[in-house]
């Protein structure tokens, strides 16, 4: 499996920014896929996961601005970020578990695309 991602880049706060992960090898069905991201000096954080019926999980710190989506024709997953802050800039990585059930650890994610950097300035 191998995950790609883009759409990262350069935004003012309270701009929006539309990352893709784009998957191929295998079905993005067979996943519960998932967004983390580390910030400089900062451990690598859940943001997001949907599962494969689209029911969908997010932190406490992006509720109500980001949105997780996926398009099983184009075996792909994007994340919405509305409202950025500051504090959101990292790298955005995808990630794919093959295990049912959603899950916030970086453990129990199988597969791992190479990031993105999105940077929010103030």
């Known amino acids: 499996v191998q995950l790609v991602e883009s759409g990262g880049g350069l935004v003012q706060g309270g701009g929006s920014l539309r990352l893709s992960c784009a998957c191929s090898?295998?079905?993005?069905?067979?996943?519960?896929m998932g967004w983390f991201r580390q910030a400089p000096g900062k451990e690598r954080e859940f943001v997001a996961a949907?599962?494969?019926?689209?029911?969908?999980t997010l932190s406490n710190s992006v509720k109500g601005r980001f949105t997780i989506s996926r398009d099983n024709a184009k075996n792909t997953v994007c994340l919405q970020m509305n409202s950025l802050k500051p504090e959101d800039t990292a790298v955005y990585y995808c990630?794919?578990?093959?295990?049912?059930?959603?899950?916030?650890?970086?453990?129990?994610?199988?597969?791992w695309g190479q990031g993105t950097q999105v940077t929010v300035s103030s």
């Open positions: 990630a794919a578990k093959t295990s049912l059930g959603f899950a916030a650890l970086q453990r129990d994610y199988d597969y």
């Open positions: 949907i599962n494969r019926s689209g029911g969908n």
């Open positions: 090898g295998r079905t993005i069905n067979d996943h519960v």
